[in-house]
């Protein structure tokens, strides 16, 4: 078994359940498009001897044709995971976790969709062979998740200097709220004082790895109406918000990360 499993673009063959080789094999690109993938992050909840509850995560990813992953307990603990194989939906890997005295091996195991991974964790943590029911979510699907970014008075968008005049001011943190059903995307503005209202977001789409969305305030009688448009990448989107301010129309560039 190989420390990192070859994992081929055509990822619907594995979802499917197919053998899947190297060579020679062809399928139709919307239908691997919408295929369910592991690629994301994925948490579940375990509780440690004191009683309290950790969330583990992991996070798999693919680079290069390869499939690869790793783990932590918290912020700092983050580990490769090794002998990594995706069969059909079946999955397996193991955590090697070094102590003072001995390697810790943890042997995760389960069967995954889109949503969730169910299955065993064996670990022998205590000296002795020990075996816990394994059940991972999904942190994130699509877009959800809490995004924010930085914008300027006077142009300045999330990676600075934006196409309004000066591309230069006082910052200040915007934060959005999403969920995903299919290709429509919904959500609210997150208020980081707690004294600003949220506002909900409107005609909110993601289609092809673009999300847009649209956010309409009212100012001390003024309608201000900005448009969100933006290149998913991970847990980055980058693009441009479009808006009107004071009746000047406003291109900003936009890039905003995923905060939870």
């Known amino acids: 078994m190989t420390p ?6 055509l990822a619907a063959t594995l979802a499917a359940g197919a053998f899947l080789t190297l060579s020679g094999v062809s ?5 691997l498009a919408k295929a369910p993938t ?3 992050t994925w948490r579940w909840n375990f509780v440690m ?10 996070r798999f990813t693919v680079a290069d044709g390869n499939l690869s992953a790793k783990t932590s307990f918290r912020p700092g603990t983050e580990t490769p995971v090794t002998n990594l194989l995706v069969t059909g939906d079946q999955v397996t890997f193991q955590v090697i976790r070094r102590r003072p005295d001995r390697d810790v091996v943890t042997t995760y195991s389960g069967k995954w969709n889109e949503t969730a991974i169910k299955g065993k964790i064996e670990t ?13 979510t999904r942190a994130h699907y699509g877009v959800e998740g809490v995004w924010r970014w930085t914008n300027s008075f006077f142009g300045g968008g999330g990676g600075g200097g934006g196409r309004g ?7 200040f943190e915007s934060r959005v709220e999403l969920e995903q059903e299919g290709e429509r995307i919904t959500g609210k503005t997150v208020s980081t004082s707690g004294r600003i ?9 993601f289609t092809n790895g673009v999300i847009y969305f649209e956010i309409e305030r009212t100012i001390f009688e003024t309608r201000n109406l900005t448009k969100h448009t933006g290149k998913v990448s991970g847990d980055t989107i980058t693009g441009m918000i479009e808006s009107e301010i004071n009746g000047e129309d406003r291109e900003i560039d936009w890039e905003a990360t995923r905060a939870d």
């Open 4 to 9: 990192r499993f070859l994992l081929t673009s």
């Open 27 to 31: 399928a139709d690109a919307p239908a």
């Open 38 to 40: 592991l690629e994301g």
């Open 49 to 58: 001897p004191d009683g309290a509850t950790n969330r583990p995560k992991l």
């Open 124 to 136: 022998d943590w205590a000296g002795e062979k020990q075996s816990y029911d394994w059940e991972a």
């Open 165 to 171: 005049p000066g591309g230069r001011g006082r910052g």
């Open 197 to 205: 209202p949220s506002v909900t977001i409107t005609n909110g789409v």
